[in-house]
């Protein structure tokens, strides 16, 4: 039979990463007790029993038991699913059963100690495809035949029959049917089976009493063999055939012939001894006939552990009963002794059988055959681990690294510890060291959160070891604080050896897909795979199996190799084989003969027994052809399967098989996405390149030797190149097995997108009936991250191989001076999986070809190494430079490297590519390096207008600008250098670089400059950053533009003008407007007066032109091709003045707002009418005037507004004044004398002398406006003389108007008296007695005629009045005198011209 191997994985490693679905399970008893974990030192994840499910068109199960037996774990290792846990409430006893169903489901069936029998139904494959549990999915019988005391061991034949042995060995049996038609069963009948019939069967015997029937073993006929027939065994030995009672005994004889008559007991442990196998010719008949029954008994011999006997079920007798018939015996093998038999299943009629010894896995196979012995038995085996002792470690710290660095690797490594092992071992150590006092405040990390396990095993770990100082001579004492480091971390991983010691404990075995063994541990899921040559070699070598009768001489040269290899020590081998590394890794100056003879002189030569030595030598010697034996070694550890074709057939049974495999399609597709079988693949290609690795290793070694003592026997150094080269390649994938994938958890990275992080939390649902959404990614191994889809299922050998292969690191015929394209792939494959630590390492394995320069190049870049990389770059740029500086070789492994579509790229292609990897990371300065690189070297008819684009925003980029604008005077296209400046133009002005962009010239590019930035200034929020309106206005400026600078900050003000704000934002908004106003005087001041104006566009729906001052329009010749019909708008010129209106107008907003908080002036288009209007309703006539006066606002309503004020205040007391009269309260109104009353006459008085106009408007309106408040009050008097003196006629008018008569009359009295009839003379012109012609306008002053004729036809009308007739003949007669006087003075003016000109 072939060796075989086990390969096995953990299942925290596998599983633990997956949302785990929480389901409770009901219970209808009360007053159960809850769980006490004092009482159980089994870990709560380690399970208590295993069993692997493989049914047909379903998920292949794994069943355990964990939680101290209070939960069962469905996973399912043929795809990525969830598991899913039933948590119920009271231990379950024995093993629970899933039996499949015809109706799309599985039954699982269980029994607890509380004595309830729970049916589960379960929708297989649909509940782990999200879909919800049945209404009736669990249902729950209670036991009332017997006391839950008397149960004892469970067994399910099929969904409607259940057998529980009891203490007495009696069987309880539950039974169910299930109507016609209907997928439910009915509720479970009770009976009782007892081991025998008739008198016997009432009398209690001494064995009963003593336990000796108490049954240890259940089986019958497995699924879907569905029979009631079911077999037990006894403590006494007795194998009894059931159905609806005893129908047969047996009794198992103590030793395999049956010859012995002592019969020891079996102890009180329920094992599966029993095993039902189908019958040789089965009966038509008779189904249960011939059903073989393989039974194994233990011994007590130190021999072997025990045998296997095998009966045959007979027919039927008359009375219903049957018969077992003796087969045979079978003893177990020699190695078997002192182990302990934890379950055996028979496949292919090979019995395997699953040994617990001394707490390690064996599991042992044989031919079910008579003929077989002790002899004839196979073992199973992995290789050897590590086994982790101190004096290993003592080895282990003689590389280099840090002390942790050495730890975390071996408790890392792959395979060794699970998960679960590290989780327990550091919450134990955390444990211990937080009973200690005052610890929490020296070891912080012990209670602090890190990212990953590992992160905080290596934070923990020693974190109680100091650096301790001598006392008396205050040094450091390093050594001690070394070895009490190195204690604690050998104390962590005892305890991890401790934890994994009892995680793969043997629990069951497995039939799987293809006939395969699975083997379950407590914490492990393996199966038995075929040896591929090099394992069987290597087991071989190591006496694990027994070596072939006839010997080839490639097993004489490993022969002769591991003698001398066997006879080093470690210290010696240590030194050899790191020397060996770094000769493979660099390319040797001298031949390998040469250094292989040298290693071997120095290190080697002197290790070796002088009789091994002459042993070797004369092995060597007997070689007829040493050069063919040593190729036909490398050859076999090298040697690979040849690869399977798939090709679908078609059973007898209708179903799809894969040729060359056993699985059909549909069955490869189910197992596509199983993460358990990449780890058992990943396990198989570690075991299997190891045992490569260590053949290699062995086979250096008598090379060396031979290279030294017997170079003639090498006529060529082909055999130790091909040596290396195959010990190089397998070294590589060795390191490549021992690498972790992350942390233990199956945390590979950090997760950085949010939606991925929001997908897992989405994933947890907890404690409900539906399964997770969310699965996340194992990461078992760096090689199980490797492994692609297996088309080879539960092949793993021909798995492994494939990878290998497909790999192509090892091989014999390429020299190692050259690497081809696997290292460059493998590298580049770990790099886009992220791992750029390990890609790094591997390029370190090979000397750095162009293609491995490259794939460097590229991890240096992902690691944040720029420099670096772009030394690398520029090293592969050389192949590309010109034909014949690379071979063939290289440079497929260049092409390998490089992306797809660069398979055939010039120099120029190749920049271009560099610089797109820079770029991607925004990294400018070597963006800026390659695309330049890749501009020289392009040819005429390449394209490189984008890498001009590129290089320049880079320099722009990186504040190169003097670089930029360089760069973009020498290029020649014109719309490129547009874009040039209007890109260069916008990033200074980002970033705030205005001085220096008006000091870039830009001759020839200056009109681009203005149009973008203009450009810029019309379309960009007025209130962002940058300001463009200030960029233009400083380029202007600068360039002695003063007019269009001028012109770009009025427009900004108007568009500052038309920002929407709240109250808040007015006052910094008015202020930004009022500088930009202030700053266009500035400028337009500096220019000549007939060319300070602003040319503006309005249109005709232009609100902002209401209130501005008549502007005139500015007629200029623009060409209609310019404008669009609908964008033809009016242009008109603003002046200076008008900016300057605009300005204050701006200004008295601001002061209002200022002033005047709670008056929002942003809810309506304040004018200018309205700020005075607001200054008058507040009693602020100063500030009014002066609003006024520089709006230009007429000021009738304030002088109104102040006339009325003023004839309250002499209505008021003094008191109240001042609430009235808040304008009287300044300093200079304050100083004069009076009354408030007095003063505010005399505020309006000085008011109206200051700002009346010349026709005298505004006394005018006080005047109104005091006759209308009290027409009787009294006029002031300087009110009424300015009138008199000024304008008399109005005054009387008035006193028409308001019915004032008498003063009308007084008025008019006063007028004609004051008026002088004579004409005005110079004081030079009567001095010479001339006439002032200049005067003459003075005798024009002629008496108010029309307004004295009606005041006196009003005083006359009313014959009553006396006074005012009295008034009005004394104006008659001032009157009549004023007419004499004026008859004279005409006369005396004729006169005086007469003689004026007889003078002339």
Request: charged share 25%; proline share 5%.
């Amino acid at each position: 039979m072939a060796s075989k191997s086990l390969i096995c994985t953990h299942v925290s490693s596998i599983l633990s990463v997956t949302p785990v679905n929480n389901i409770e399970i009901p219970t209808i008893q009360r007053d159960l007790p809850l769980p006490d974990d004092t009482h159980f030192d089994l870990n709560n994840e380690h399970a208590s029993h295993s069993v692997y499910y493989n049914i047909n068109e379903h998920p292949t199960l794994l069943l355990r038991v964990i939680n101290n037996s209070y939960t069962i774990q469905l996973s399912s290792v043929s795809g990525h699913l969830a598991p899913i846990r039933f948590n119920f409430p009271s231990p379950i006893i024995s093993i629970p059963f899933i039996i499949p169903d015809q109706y799309s489901e599985a039954h699982l069936i269980a029994c607890t100690a509380s004595g309830s029998v729970y049916r589960l139904k379960l929708p297989v494959p649909a509940l782990w495809r999200g879909s919800r549990l049945p209404k009736d999915w669990c249902s729950e019988h209670v036991v009332r035949s017997v006391t839950k005391d008397q149960l004892s061991i469970f067994h399910v034949s099929d969904p409607g029959l259940v057998l529980i042995g009891l203490k007495d060995g009696t069987i309880l049996k539950l039974a169910a049917s299930r109507p016609s038609g209907r997928s439910s069963f009915d509720d479970w009948s009770e009976s009782i089976m007892r081991p025998s019939t008739g008198l016997s069967a009432i009398l209690p015997s001494f064995h009963s009493r003593t336990g000796y029937n108490d049954i240890v073993a259940f089986a019958s006929a497995p699924s879907p063999e569905f029979t009631e027939v079911a077999f037990t065994l006894s403590r006494d030995r007795h194998l009894r055939v059931w159905k609806d009672g005893c129908i047969g005994v047996t009794q198992i004889p103590g030793v395999p012939d049956g010859s012995s008559k002592s019969i020891p007991l079996l102890p009180p442990v329920q094992k599966p001894f029993i095993r039902v196998l189908p019958p040789v010719d089965p009966d038509d008949t008779d189904n249960d006939s011939g059903r073989r029954v393989l039974v194994f008994m233990p011994t007590s011999t130190e021999a072997f552990g025990g045998f296997f006997v095998q009966y045959t079920l007979m027919g039927r007798t008359n009375n219903g009963s049957r018969h077992l018939d003796f087969m045979f015996g079978q003893k177990c093998s020699i190695s078997s002794a002192g182990s302990e038999m934890r379950d055996f299943v028979v496949i292919d009629d090979v019995v395997w059988v699953l040994w617990d010894k001394h707490g390690e896995t064996m599991v042992e196979y044989c031919p079910l055959d008579p003929e077989s012995d002790e002899n004839s038995w196979l073992q199973a085996s992995s290789l050897p681990q590590p086994d982790y002792s101190p004096a290993y470690f003592d080895d282990l710290l003689l590389q280099d690294g840090s002390m942790t660095e050495i730890f975390m690797g071996a408790i890392l490594r792959p395979g060794m510890f699970s998960r679960l092992t590290l989780q327990t071992a550091l919450q134990q150590y955390c444990d211990s060291l937080l009973q200690l006092p005052n610890i929490q405040n020296s070891c912080p990390s012990l209670t602090m959160s890190y990212p990953t396990l590992s992160e905080r095993i290596a934070a923990v770990v020693g974190c109680t070891v100091d650096l301790a100082v001598d006392p008396s001579t205050g040094e450091q004492l390093w050594d001690s604080y070394w070895s009490a480091l190195k204690r604690d971390w050998e104390g962590f991983i005892a305890r991890c050896k401790d934890i994994e010691r009892n995680a793969r404990w043997p629990l069951s075995l497995g039939r799987g897909e293809g006939g395969c063994l699975v083997v379950l541990e407590r914490e492990r899921l393996g199966v038995v795979a075929t040896d591929d040559a090099p394992l069987k070699l290597y087991k071989t070598m190591n006496g694990i199996i027994p070596p072939s009768a006839r010997k080839d001489s490639a097993s004489i040269i490993f022969e002769t190799a591991w003698t001398l290899f066997n006879n080093l020590t470690t210290a010696q081998k240590h030194p050899i084989e790191a020397n060996i590394l770094t000769f493979t890794k660099e390319k040797p100056a001298f031949s390998y003969t040469d250094v292989a003879a040298d290693i071997a002189r120095r290190l080697l030569l002197p290790q070796i027994p002088e009789n091994i030595a002459h042993f070797i030598s004369t092995r060597v010697g007997s070689f007829q052809d040493l050069g063919d034996a040593l190729n036909d070694s490398i050859d076999a550890i090298l040697t690979l399967t040849d690869e399977v074709k798939l090709e679908h057939v078609e059973e007898d049974d209708g179903r799809l098989l894969l040729r060359g495999g056993s699985a059909a399609s549909d069955f490869a597709e189910k197992w596509d996405n199983s993460d358990w079988l990449k780890g058992l693949t990943a396990g198989y290609i570690s075991a299997s390149v190891s045992a490569r690795y260590q053949l290699a290793l062995i086979l250096l070694f008598l090379l060396m030797f031979i290279a030294d003592q017997h170079p003639d026997q090498l006529h060529t150094e082909g055999p130790i190149r091909s040596a290396v080269a195959a010990f190089h390649g397998a070294a590589m994938m060795r390191h490549i097995t021992l690498q972790t994938a992350g942390d233990p958890g199956g945390n590979q990275l950090e997760l950085t997108n949010e939606d991925e992080f929001l997908a897992q939390l989405q994933g947890m649902r907890m404690n409900s009936a539906g399964p997770p959404s969310t699965i996340s990614t194992i990461t078992y191994s760096l090689l199980h991250v490797l492994i692609e889809r297996n088309k080879h299922v539960f092949k793993l050998a021909e798995s492994a191989h494939d990878f290998l292969r497909l790999n192509g690191l090892l091989r014999s015929h390429t020299d190692v001076d050259h690497p081809l394209l696997a290292e460059v792939k493998l590298i580049a494959k770990v790099r886009n999986l992220g791992y750029l630590d390990f890609a790094r390492e591997v390029a370190e394995w090979v000397p750095t070809s162009p293609g491995v320069a490259y794939a460097l190049a590229r991890v240096r870049l992902d690691s944040g190494r720029f420099d670096e990389a772009a030394t690398l770059f520029q090293r592969v740029a050389n192949s590309f430079a010109s034909a014949g500086l690379i071979d063939n070789e290289d440079y497929d492994a260049l092409v390998a490297a490089l992306p797809e579509d660069f398979s055939r790229c010039t120099l120029a292609t190749y920049y271009r590519h560099v610089a797109n990897l820079y770029e991607e990371l925004s990294l400018d300065t070597f963006v800026i390096l390659f695309g330049k690189l890749s501009i020289d070297s392009a040819v005429p008819e390449e394209m490189v207008e984008d890498l001009w684009d590129k290089v320049f925003r880079c320099y722009v980029s990186l504040g190169l600008y003097e670089e930029a604008y360089m760069m973009m005077v020498s290029i020649t296209r014109e719309e490129l250098r547009k874009n040039f400046i209007r890109h260069l133009v916008a990033v200074m002005c980002d970033n705030g670089e205005v001085d220096r962009l008006t000091r870039l010239n830009f001759v020839g590019f200056q009109d681009e400059v203005e149009r973008t930035l203009a450009f810029k200034a019309r379309n960009s929020d007025p209130l962002a950053w940058p300001d463009y309106s200030k960029v233009l206005y400083a380029w202007h400026v600068f360039r002695g533009d003063y007019r269009s600078a001028g012109g770009t900050m009025y427009l900004q003000a108007r568009r500052l003008g038309e920002v929407q704000c709240g109250p808040g934002e007015f006052v910094d908004l008015a202020q930004a407007q009022a500088q930009c106003y202030l700053a266009a005087i500035n400028t337009l001041s500096l220019i000549d007066p007939k060319n300070a104006w602003v040319a503006v566009r309005v249109s005709g729906g232009d609100e902002g032109s209401k209130n501005k001052a008549r502007r005139r329009q500015l007629c200029v010749d623009i060409p209609d091709d310019k404008f669009t019909p609908e964008a033809r708008d009016e242009l008109e010129a603003v002046q200076l003045s008008d900016v300057r209106q605009e300005y204050m107008l701006v200004l008295s907003r601001l002061d209002l707002a200022r002033k005047y908080p709670d008056y929002d002036v942003t809810k309506f288009a304040i004018g200018p009418a309205d700020i005075v209007s607001r200054y008058v309703q507040d009693g602020a006539f100063d500030d009014a005037i002066s609003a006024a006066r520089s709006l230009q606002v007429p000021m009738n309503g304030l002088f109104e507004n102040l006339t009325s004020r003023c004839v309250q205040l002499s209505r008021l007391s003094h008191e109240h004044a001042d609430d009235v009269a808040p304008w009287l309260i300044s300093d200079r109104v304050q100083s004069w004398e009076g009354t408030p009353a007095q003063r505010g006459w005399r505020y309006l008085q000085e008011s109206l002398e200051r700002n009346d106009t010349p026709d005298f408007v505004y006394r005018k309106v006080a005047l109104k406006k005091m006759l209308d408040e009290d027409r009787f009050a009294r006029l002031p008097v300087w009110l009424v003389q300015f009138f008199e003196e000024h304008q008399p006629d109005h005054l009387i008018r008035m006193c028409l108007k308001y019915d004032l008569v008498e003063d009308a009359l007084k008025y008019s009295i006063a007028l004609v008296k004051g008026m002088d009839v004579g004409p005005r003379r110079s004081g030079k012109t009567r001095s010479k007695g001339h006439f002032d012609q200049r005067a003459q306008s003075s005798f024009s002053r002629w008496l108010p005629v029309l307004v004295l004729d009606q005041v006196l036809s009003v005083a006359e009308a009313d014959s009553s009045m006396t006074e005012r007739l009295s008034l009005a003949s004394t104006l008659r007669k001032e009157i009549d005198a004023w007419k004499a006087k004026a008859n004279r003075a005409g006369e005396e003016l004729l006169r005086n011209q007469d003689s004026f000109f007889l003078k002339a």
